[in-house]
């Protein structure tokens, strides 16, 4: 499956942006997909997940009420809703999907097999 993630850009504190993640030759909706981030001099960190044999959603503390995973299976796309955005939130964002058959969501980094090429969220003012 080929991930294409976009929607980045510059925002406010306290804005909103929502990202997302298509798919081109895989319906999505088979596959365990995660949001992750890297800020410049930090680790990779996973933000949310959402997996595909139950809908369970998975979201970091940092994220916790202030971002929202979906599915969009008409669109075949995965949105990451982020509202009320802070400075710290500013990194590369990559959505990632397992492979197929590996359906549960996962936090772990090393379980993602496929990677988009990641979309820039900036926060300041």
């Known amino acids: 499956v080929q991930l294409q993630a976009s929607g980045g850009g510059l925002v406010q504190p306290g804005g909103s942006l929502r990202v997302s993640c298509a798919a081109s030759?895989?319906?999505?909706?088979?596959?365990?997909i995660g949001w992750f981030r890297q800020a410049p001099g930090k680790e990779r960190e996973e933000i949310s997940c959402i997996s595909s044999v139950d809908g369970k959603t998975y979201y970091a503390d940092s994220v916790k009420g202030r971002f929202t995973i979906s599915r969009d299976g008409a669109q075949n796309t995965v949105y990451l809703q982020m509202n009320r955005l802070k400075p710290e939130d500013t990194a590369v964002y990559y959505c990632a999907a397992r492979p197929q058959g590996w359906g549960l969501a996962s936090r772990n980094v090393g379980d993602y097999r496929y990677w988009g090429q990641g979309t820039q969220v900036t926060v300041s003012s």
């Open positions: 030759r895989s319906p999505l909706d088979r596959y365990a």
